[in-house]
Every structure is written in structure tokens, then in C-alpha cells.
């Protein structure tokens, strides 16, 4: 249950001494969280009974149950739940986040890592990209994208049932990269897994985690989240330059197979835009099909 959405849903409906504590805890989430009972009353101005019944009118066995369900919107962060209206920061704000977090990577990932992992995977039959949720499964695209055009043989899925199909199908040797900007990704741990069992070599870009120990090859990355929690997070860039690391290295030790496909690749993209323009581009040096 969001026991802060329930309360905001009923708010309207409780007792006018209940409307009294419910208002006081949205105001005052950390702190009703965490005090007593009879300080919370106190504090709210009304009697222990008042806070029992407003438990039971949230659908809460108890007192004890409502303030275990509040410390978990408390943890969510009081950046999410403070009524405080947040100002709008200035649009130069995204590219100084940007540079910041990819100036606390910086370094933070071994050439030697790389360059090992892009062995296996030039080796490699095939190549699966495992990442679930927004930004993560955008990236596996991308990763994906990078790959193919260098004439590695990967596909890329998001979905868990899928991932743990593919997983239990793959060969010995096979590569699995697995993507997570946290580093707590069930589904994703739960598919390497199953693929490790069966010989797949892993390797993993995410934060120090459960995820990142059971890789053979681990790119590590940190995150940095605002308190500005309307912009997108910055974070992906560093898992996008965490791939480019990746990809850029199979390309060169690939490199005689990855720049015929890459040749054919802007061939075809030139024909392409030749006859669908009315004049010859001056300068053909676009980017490969991004």
C-alpha cells in the first residue's frame, strides 16, 4: 500500500480529528515515522484513539502497522514528499549534471577490464544484452546498436520472461552484458545467472553490487542523484560511455571485419540520402545511422 496516496484519497472522508492527524503527517512525514505515539499526538494536537482509528480507516491493522507503512514513504526520500514548491533550475543546469557525473567516473573504469572483455565477446557466437526498465532497456538498444554494425552477432531484451528464454538457450563461451544504473535488478541477476549456469561468459556495467560479483567482467560506474528530482537522471550517460569503452574496443580488435560492415553501412546510408535529397550533400561525414 502508498499509504501516503491512501491518506491523500480519504483525506476528505475521515473524522475532522482524524483530517487533524492525517494532515499533520503529509506535513510532517519523517517525523510521524519515527516518534512515539504520544508524541505524535501530542504533536497533532489529538488523542491516542484519533491516530487508532485513523490507522483502521487507512485499512492498517494498527498503530504499528501505519508507522512501518509511513517509514517506507519516508525512505523514499523527502525530496519526493515535501510540500515545499521546487524552483525551476536554469537549462545549463542538465549540462553541468552531465559533466559532473561523468567527472566522478572518470577513471573509475580498467583499460584492462576492456580490452578483456572485448575479447570475449569478438570470440563469441553471439552476444545477449539484458536490461529491464526505462533507461536501462533504452541503453540495451543502444548497445545493441553499436554491436551489430561492428559484425558482432547481439540481440538485446528487456523483457524477463524473454531474458530468462534466451539465457537458458545460450552456448558455452556466449556473451551476456548485462546493464543496471542500480545495480538491483532481479530480473537481470536472475537471467545472468541462468546463463553463467549454462558456460555464458558475463559482463556486467552497473555499481559495485550483487550484480556486479557475479560478472567475469565488470565495467563499474557510480550515480549521483539531485535533490532536483525533475530532470532526468545523468547517470545513463556514464552507462552510454561505459559502451561506447565496450564497443569502441571491439572495433578494433575486430577491426578488419567491423570496418567492412561499417563501410557497407555508410554505403547504403549515402545511396539512401542521395535519393531522397534534391541536392548532393556538401559534407558526407554524418554519423553511422544515429
Known sequence: MDILNKIEDVLGHLSPSEQTVASFILSNLNFSATAPINLLAEKAGVS?????????????????????????????????????????????????SIHEILALNAGLIDEQVVEAASKVVCAARQCLIFGVGGGSSVMAQEAHNRLFRLDVLSN????????????????????????????????????????????AKIITICPD?????????????????????????????????????LSSEVAVLNQKRSKEKLRRLKTQLDKHRDNNSDAMPVDKRFPLGD
Open 48 to 96: 491516542h484513539a484519533s491516530i487508532t482509528r485513523l490507522a483502521k480507516s487507512l485499512g492498517c491493522k494498527n498503530v504499528r502497522d501505519l508507522k512501518f507503512r509511513l517509514s517506507q514513504s519516508a525512505a523514499v526520500g523527502e525530496r519526493f514528499t515535501s510540500q515545499q514548491v521546487i524552483e525551476k533550475k536554469k537549462i545549463s543546469h542538465v549540462y553541468t
Open 156 to 199: 538485446a531484451y528487456s523483457d524477463p520472461m524473454m531474458m530468462r528464454m534466451v539465457a537458458s538457450t545460450i552456448n558455452k563461451g556466449d556473451v551476456v552484458l548485462c546493464l543496471s544504473l542500480s545495480g538491483v535488478t532481479p530480473d537481470v541477476y536472475d537471467a545472468a545467472m541462468i546463463a553463467k549456469e549454462y558456460g
Open 209 to 245: 553490487s550483487e550484480l556486479a560479483q557475479i560478472a567475469h567482467f565488470h565495467l563499474p560506474i557510480k550515480t549521483q542523484e539531485s535533490d532536483y528530482i525533475f530532470k532526468p537522471s545523468a547517470a545513463r550517460y556514464v552507462m552510454l560511455a561505459a559502451i561506447d569503452m
